[in-house]
C-alpha cells in the first residue's frame, strides 16, 4: 500500500520536475507528455485507492512516511492517512487535475512558458494530494502553503501584465493572513494536545472539552472554541471566506485552466477539506460551529449577488465558486461534513466543467471575456454549449442534476440545526439558491442565446487590453468571422467532466450522505446530528421533495427571472440598474472590501514603515544616540581620512597578520 | 574527548596560512591568487568534515579538544573543542566561505588578492571565535574577526563606506570592550578563563546581572537586536557582496552563539529577571523591523532589515526558554524554542547569504541596488528570477525551506510561554511575505524596466553554481532538518538542564 501512495504523489512531482527543469531538453510534447503521464498514473491508483476503501471495505491507512524532526519529545513526521474521506479528495483531485492537463493542451497551445505551465499544475497535484493525504498538522501546512505557492505562481503566469502580479501578490498575502491563525491553531493543538498527529490529537480533544484559557486578563475562553476558531481562519483564507474572500476574485488573472483546478475544484476547498477532518475537534464547540455557520451563509448570499452585476465570464463564474464555497462552510457549521465535503465533491464536477467551458468560450471570442460582447454561441460552438448548459443546471440545483442533491442536503441540514445563528443562515441560503439560478443563467442566456456575438474581432489586435502573452501568441491564426468550436483536447474534458456533474449525485447521495460512506471518518456529536433529522427515503423520495419545497421554486424562478430579461425584455435590466443605482453601485464596487483593505492595510502599513523607519531609526536611534556619540568623539575624523587614504588598510592588515603569528608560534611552541 | 589529530586547529590555522599565501601571490597573476584562495577554502571545508562525521551526538561534553598553555602567567590556554552547538555553525561557516570566493571570482578586479586573503583569514578567525574555549582566546578571535570586515567594507565597499565603517566600529567596539571587563572579572572571580568553569561559577544576583549587561551589548550589537540595529543596514549597503554575505550569514550568528555559550549558562538568574526586556526587544525587532523592510528602496537594505527580523526569532527562541520554565502548567516547550533559534540561525545563514547574493547578480550588471531601476527581469533573465523568487519565499518562511523551520519552532514554542508572543511572531507570516513579495513583484516581474534590463545577461555557471549550493541546502534542511536537530539535541538539552538551576 504505501508503494501505491508514494506512486502517487511522487508521479506528478517527478512530471513536475522534468517538465520545469529539463523543459529545454524535452520540449512542448516532452512536457506535457511527460505530465500527463506522471498525474495519470496518479489517477488510475487513486481511484484504485478509492474502489479499496468504498467496496472492498479497505482498512484505514495511518503510516509514517518518515521523521521530520523530533524536537522535545513533539514527533513531527511526513505520512498519510488514507481513509473514505482521503480516497474521495484523491480520486476527486487527480481526476480534475487529469481532465485539466488534457484541456490545457489545447487551451495553452500557443502561449509562451507552455512547458514551466505543465511543470506548475503537476506540482499542484503534488502538493494537493500531500495536503488531503496527511496524517498530521505539519504536513497539513505544508501542503497547504505549497498549494498557495504553485496559486501563485500561476496566479502570476502572465507575469508582465500589471494586474496579474498585483492579484498573486496579494493573493498570497491575504492566504498568509489565514495561515496565520492557522498556525496558532496548530501551536495551541501542539501544545495542549502534545501531539501534531491527528488521531492521536483526536484522541486527546474530548478531555480539553471543559478546558479553558486566558488569553487577555482575566476572561476566560473555551480552549476548544480558541482552537477550532484559529484553524478556521485558516480555512476562511484558504477557502475564500469573507472576509479573506478578496483574492479569489482577481485570481482569475491567471490562465482559465488553473482557474478551474486550483481556483475552483481543489484547493480553495482545502478549507472545507481541512474543517470535516477536524470534526472531533469542531463538535466540541458550539461556538465555533456558529461563527463557521455564520460566516459560510454570509458569503454564500453575498458573494453571490456580486455575481449578477459582473460582466467577465470569468468573474462571475469566480463569485459563483464564493458563494457556493459559503454553501459548504455553512453545511459544516451545522455539523453536515458529510453534506459539505458531498458538495465539494459535485461542485468540483460542475464548476471545473463550466470554468473549462468559460475558457473554451473565450478560446472562441479570441479572448475577449466580456459576456455583453457575446451572444448565440450556442450556434458555434455545441459541444460548449451543452455542456455549460448542463454545468449551470448541475450549479442551480435542477431536480436529478448532481448539485441538486448536495444544495438540497446542505439546506435541509442547516434547517434543522438547532445552534445559534441557524436560522440566520438558514433564509440566506434559501434566498441564495435564486440568487444562484439568476447569476447563472443570466450569463448563459447572454453567452450562448441571441443572434449571435455582439461584437467580435475576427482577428486580434483589439484584445489588446487583455495583454500580454495570451493575446499576442495567437496571431498566426487567420481571421475567422465567427466563432467556431474548440479542438478535441478542449471539449473531451468537457464531457467526461459533464458526465459526473450530471450523474453523481444521483449515484452517491444515498451512501454518502444518508449512507455509512464517512462512518468512522466524520464524528457528529448526537446533539448536532442534523443530517440525521432529515427524512430520507432513498433517492426518488428525496428528489420528489425537493421538488416541492422551496428552494427548487427559488431556482426556477430564478431561471425564469434571467430567462425573460436577458432574452426577451433586455431594458428591464437597463432600468433595474437605473432606478437601483445604489445597490448596483454597492455590488459593482463588491462592498468595498477591496477600497478598504487597500487603504487601511496596505496603506497603513507603509504609512506606520515609513513612521518607524524615519523616525524610529533615522531620527531618535541615529539621530540623538549614534551621531550624536559619534561626533562628540571627534577623533574619529583622523580614522576617517586614513580609511580614505588607505593608510588604515595596510595599519590593520599588519595588525591581524602579526596578531596571528603570534597566536601561531604558541601553538605550534605548545 | 580529544582528537587523534587537531581537527580544529586545522579548520582555523589552514585558511588562514592559506591567506597569507595569496597576500603573498600579489596581484600580478590574480587567476593565481584566486585558484589559490578556492583550493584552500574548499580544502578547509574538507577539513571541517569530520568534525561531523566524527560527532558524538549523545555527549554534551566538548569534543575534539586540544588544550596547549598559552600565556601562563594570566591562565591562558590554547583551548578548543565543540558540542552540538558550535559545529554545525563551523560548518556553516566553512560552507558559505567557499561560496563568498567563488562569487567574488571576477567580480573584484580590484586587489583581488587581497580581498581573497580577507575572507579567508576572516573564516579562520570565525572559526576559532566558535571553537574557543578559553575566554581570553575568544576575545582576540572576537576582535580579530572584526579587522578584515573592516577592511573588505573600507577598501572595496561603496561610496559612503566610511560612515558604515564608523558607524560599525563604534557600536561593535563599544559592546566588546563592555564585554573584556566582564571576563576579567570573573577571571578575578574564579582564577580561570575557561568558559566552562565561567559556567559553573557562583555569582549573585547583582553580578549576574551587571555581567548579564555587559555581554547583551556585546552580543546585542552582533545580532542585532534592536534598538541597537541601525550599524547593519548602512554597513550591508556599503560593503561587497561578499562582505554582506559573510556579515549576515556567519557575523549576525556569533552575536546568537554568545547568548549560548556565556549568557544563559554563567548568568541563569540574571537572564531569567531580564527575560522580558529581551523578549520585548525580540518581538519588536521582528514587527517594527518588518514594517520598516516593506519601505525600503534599497534592496541590500531590505533584506539587511528582514536579517534583523529573522534574528529576532533567534532571540526570541532562546529567551521563551525561562517563562516556559517558570509556568507550572507547561512542561515542555524549552528545548524547542531554543533549538528553534538554532536552527533558524543556521537556516537564515543559508537564505540571507542567498538573497545578498541574488542582489549582488543584479548589482554586478547594472550597478544600482535601488528596487526603480529594475523591474522585468525575469523576461531577460528567466534561471535567476527562479532563483530569486524560491530564495524570497524562503525568506518568507514557505514550508519545505529552511526558513520555515525555525520560525515554526519558535512559535510553537512560544505559545507556550503566552499567546501574545505567538501573535505577534506570528505576523511575520503576513508582514515577511509582504516586503519580500512586493520586492520580487517590483524586481523580477512586470514588463521590461528599462533598456539597461532590457540588456541584462542571465546568470553564468558560476552564478548558476553558487546559488544552486544554497537552493539544495536550503531545501534539505526544510525537508528533512532532523540531522541538524540530533546533533544539537543532547548539547541543547544539556543547557536547559544546566539554566534551570539557580546559581544563588
Known amino acids: 500500500m504505501e508503494a501505491i501512495l508514494l506512486t502517487i ?84 483531485v487527480t481526476f480534475v487535475s487529469l481532465m485539466v492537463h488534457i484541456y490545457t493542451i489545447g487551451y495553452m497551445a500557443h502561449e509562451d512558458g507552455y512547458e514551466r505551465f505543465f511543470s506548475y499544475i503537476a506540482l499542484f497535484t503534488f502538493s494537493m494530494l500531500m495536503l488531503v493525504m496527511a496524517n498530521n498538522f505539519l504536513q497539513l501546512f505544508f501542503g497547504w502553503e505549497a498549494v498557495g505557492l504553485v496559486s501563485y505562481l500561476l496566479i502570476g503566469f502572465y507575469f508582465k501584465r500589471e494586474t496579474a502580479i498585483f492579484a498573486n501578490m496579494k493573493a498570497f498575502l491575504v492566504n498568509r493572513v489565514g495561515d496565520f491563525g492557522f498556525i496558532l491553531g ?36 473555551s480552549l476548544m472554541t480558541v482552537v477550532c476558531i484559529l484553524l478556521f481562519i485558516g480555512a476562511m483564507g484558504k477557502s475564500a471566506q469573507v472576509p479573506l474572500h478578496v483574492w479569489l476574485p482577481d485570481s482569475m488573472e491567471g490562465p482559465t485552466p488553473i ?6 475544484a481543489t484547493m480553495v476547498t482545502a478549507g472545507i477539506f481541512m474543517v470535516a477532518r477536524m470534526s472531533p475537534l469542531y463538535e466540541l464547540s458550539e461556538t465555533a460551529l456558529t461563527f463557521v455557520l455564520v460566516i459560510g451563509a454570509t458569503t454564500a448570499f453575498f458573494m453571490g449577488l456580486i455575481g449578477i452585476v459582473q460582466n467577465d465570464i470569468k468573474r462571475v463564474v469566480a463569485y459563483s465558486t464564493l458563494s457556493q464555497l459559503g454553501y459548504m462552510i455553512a453545511a459544516l457549521g ?21 470554468f473549462l467551458a468559460a475558457g473554451s468560450v473565450i478560446i472562441g471570442m479570441h479572448h475577449d471575456q466580456d459576456i455583453r460582447n457575446m451572444g448565440g454561441i450556442r450556434k458555434y460552438m455545441p459541444i460548449t454549449h ?105 471539449t473531451l474534458p468537457l464531457i467526461l467532466l459533464a458526465i459526473p456533474s450530471v450523474v453523481i449525485g444521483f449515484l452517491t447521495v444515498g451512501p454518502m450522505v444518508f449512507g455509512d460512506y464517512f462512518d468512522g471518518v466524520l464524528f457528529v456529536a448526537a446533539e448536532h446530528n442534523t443530517l440525521g433529522a432529515i427524512e430520507y427515503h432513498g433517492v426518488l423520495g428525496f428528489m420528489l421533495h425537493g421538488v416541492m419545497a422551496l428552494p427548487f421554486w427559488l431556482a426556477i424562478g430564478g431561471l425564469a427571472t434571467a430567462w425573460y430579461v436577458y432574452t426577451q ?38 504609512l506606520l514603515g515609513k513612521f518607524l523607519w524615519l523616525v524610529g531609526d533615522r531620527a531618535v536611534i541615529d539621530g540623538l544616540a549614534v551621531n550624536g556619540s559619534a561626533h562628540s568623539v571627534g577623533k574619529l575624523a583622523a580614522i576617517m581620512r586614513f580609511v580614505q587614504t588607505g593608510m588604515l588598510y595596510h595599519y590593520a592588515m599588519a595588525i591581524i597578520v602579526g596578531l596571528l603569528v603570534l597566536l601561531g608560534w604558541f601553538v605550534l611552541r605548545g | 574527548m580529544t582528537a587523534d589529530w587537531p581537527i580544529l586547529s586545522a579548520v582555523i590555522w589552514l585558511p588562514i596560512l592559506g591567506g597569507a599565501l595569496v597576500l603573498a601571490s600579489g596581484d600580478k597573476a590574480p587567476n593565481v591568487s584566486r585558484w589559490l584562495a578556492l583550493i584552500f577554502a574548499v580544502l578547509t571545508f574538507l577539513v571541517s568534515l569530520p568534525l561531523y562525521s566524527g560527532f558524538d551526538p549523545t555527549t554534551a561534553q566538548m569534543q575534539f579538544v586540544e588544550k596547549a598553555p598559552w600565556i601562563p602567567l594570566f591562565d591562558v590556554y590554547y583551548y578548543l573543542g565543540i558540542d552540538g552547538i558550535s559545529m554545525p555553525l563551523i560548518l556553516l561557516t566553512t560552507f558559505i566561505s567557499i561560496l563568498v570566493i567563488i562569487a567574488g571570482w571576477e567580480v573584484i578586479q580590484y586587489k583581488p588578492s587581497q580581498y581573497m586573503a580577507a575572507f579567508l583569514m576572516m573564516e579562520g578567525v570565525m572559526v576559532g571565535v566558535f571553537a574557543a574555549l578559553d575566554a581570553m582566546l575568544f576575545y582576540v578571535f572576537w576582535e580579530a574577526m572584526l579587522i578584515p570586515m573592516f577592511i573588505i567594507i573600507g577598501v572595496w565597499g561603496g561610496p559612503n563606506r566610511v560612515y558604515a565603517t564608523i558607524k560599525f566600529f563604534l557600536y561593535t567596539f563599544l559592546g566588546s570592550v563592555f564585554m573584556l571587563v566582564a571576563l576579567i572579572y570573573m577571571y578575578f572571580h574564579s582564577g580561570s578563563m575557561e568558559i566552562l568553569a565561567f559556567h559553573d561559577l557562583k555569582l549573585n544576583l547583582t553580578e549576574q546581572i551587571l555581567i548579564f549587561v555587559a555581554f547583551l551589548l556585546a552580543f546585542a550589537v552582533k545580532v542585532p537586536m534592536w534598538p541597537v540595529h541601525t550599524w547593519l543596514p548602512d554597513a550591508h549597503v556599503e560593503a561587497p557582496t561578499g562582505g554582506s554575505v559573510i556579515l549576515a550569514a556567519i557575523m549576525l550568528k556569533i552575536g546568537g552563539y554568545g547568548f549560548l555559550r556565556f549568557s544563559l549558562p554563567i548568568t541563569p538568574d540574571a537572564s531569567s529577571e531580564l527575560d522580558w526586556m529581551i523578549i520585548g526587544m525580540s518581538l519588536i525587532a521582528v514587527v517594527y523591523i518588518g514594517f520598516v523592510a516593506l519601505v525600503q528602496q534599497d534592496m541590500k537594505k531590505l533584506i539587511a532589515y528582514s536579517s534583523i527580523a529573522h534574528m529576532g526569532f533567534v532571540t526570541l527562541g532562546f529567551f521563551i526558554a525561562f517563562i516556559i520554565m517558570a509556568r507550572n502548567d507547561v512542561d515542555s516547550g524549552a528545548i524547542l524554542g531554543l533549538q528553534g533559534g538554532m536552527v533558524q540561525m543556521v537556516s537564515h545563514g543559508f537564505i540571507s547569504a542567498a538573497m545578498f547574493l541574488c542582489v549582488g ?20 533573465m528567466p534561471w535567476f528570477a527562479a532563483f530569486m523568487v524560491f530564495f524570497a519565499m524562503a525568506n518568507a518562511g514557505l514550508p519545505g525551506t529552511s526558513g520555515f523551520v525555525g520560525e515554526f519552532m519558535v512559535i510553537l514554542a512560544s505559545f507556550r510561554a503566552d499567546f501574545w508572543f505567538a501573535f505577534l511572531a506570528a505576523t511575520t507570516l503576513i508582514v515577511g511575505a509582504a516586503y519580500t513579495l512586493w520586492m520580487v513583484k517590483r524586481v523580477v ?9 532590457a540588456a541584462l545577461e542571465d546568470i553564468n555557471k558560476r552564478e548558476a553554481f553558487v546559488l544552486t549550493s544554497l537552493a539544495v541546502a536550503v531545501l534539505v534542511l526544510g525537508i528533512w532538518p532532523a540531522p541538524l536537530i540530533e546533533v544539537m539535541d543532547v548539547s541543547i538539552e544539556n543547557l536547559v538542564r544546566h539554566i534551570a538551576i539557580t546559581k544563588l
Open chain 2, 445 to 453: 516581474y512586470g514588463e521590461v524596466g528599462s533598456d539597461k534590463v
Open chain 1, 259 to 264: 482557474s478551474a483546478l486550483i481556483h475552483a
Open chain 1, 334 to 354: 451545522a455539523s453536515a461534513y458529510a453534506a459539505g465535503l458531498f458538495h465539494l465533491m459535485t461542485h468540483a464536477f460542475f464548476k471545473a466543467l463550466l
Open chain 2, 361 to 380: 547578480v543584479l548589482y554586478d550588471r547594472l550597478h544600482s541596488r535601488q528596487i526603480d531601476d529594475y523591474g522585468g527581469v525575469v523576461n531577460v
Open chain 1, 186 to 221: 496548530i501551536a495551541a493543538v501542539a501544545m495542549y494536545f502534545g501531539t501534531l498527529d491527528y488521531a492521536e490529537a483526536f484522541a486527546a480533544a474530548p478531555q480539553f472539552a471543559d478546558a479553558t484559557i486566558t488569553i487577555w486578563g482575566d476572561t476566560e475562553w
Open chain 1, 386 to 490: 451543452w455542456t455549460a448548459l448542463l454545468g449551470s443546471l448541475a450549479l442551480i440545483g435542477f431536480p436529478g442534476f448532481s448539485g441538486f442533491f448536495s444544495k438540497d442536503a446542505i439546506i435541509e441540514a442547516v434547517h434543522h440545526s438547532q445552534i445559534a445563528g441557524a436560522t440566520y443562515a438558514h433564509v440566506l441560503l434559501v434566498a441564495g439558491v435564486f440568487v444562484t439560478a439568476l447569476y447563472s443563467f443570466r450569463m448563459y442566456f447572454l453567452v450562448f442565446h441571441g443572434d449571435g456575438p455582439r461584437h467580435f474581432e475576427p482577428h486580434h489586435e483589439a484584445h489588446d487590453e487583455h495583454g500580454g502573452a495570451e493575446a499576442q501568441e495567437h496571431h498566426h491564426v487567420e481571421d475567422e468571422p465567427t466563432p467556431h468550436e474548440s479542438p478535441w483536447v478542449v
Open chain 1, 9 to 92: 504523489v511522487l508521479a506528478p512531482l517527478a512530471g513536475a520536475l522534468i517538465a520545469g527543469l529539463l523543459r529545454n531538453q524535452v520540449g512542448k510534447v516532452g512536457a506535457h507528455s511527460v505530465t500527463i503521464l506522471g498525474v495519470g498514473i496518479s489517477c488510475v491508483l487513486s481511484l484504485y485507492v478509492l474502489y479499496l476503501h468504498a467496496f472492498q471495505g479497505a482498512p484505514v491507512y495511518n503510516e509514517s512516511v518518515y521523521i521530520w524532526m523530533v524536537s522535545d519529545g513533539l514527533r513531527m513526521e511526513i505520512g498519510f492517512l488514507v481513509d473514505r474521506l482521503t480516497a474521495m479528495m484523491m480520486a476527486v
Open chain 1, 569 to 606: 425584455k433586455p431594458e428591464i435590466a437597463r432600468n433595474l440598474a437605473r432606478r437601483l443605482d445604489w445597490a448596483h453601485f454597492v455590488l459593482d464596487r463588491k462592498y468595498g472590501f477591496d477600497e478598504f483593505n487597500q487603504a487601511v492595510f496596505a496603506g497603513g502599513s507603509k
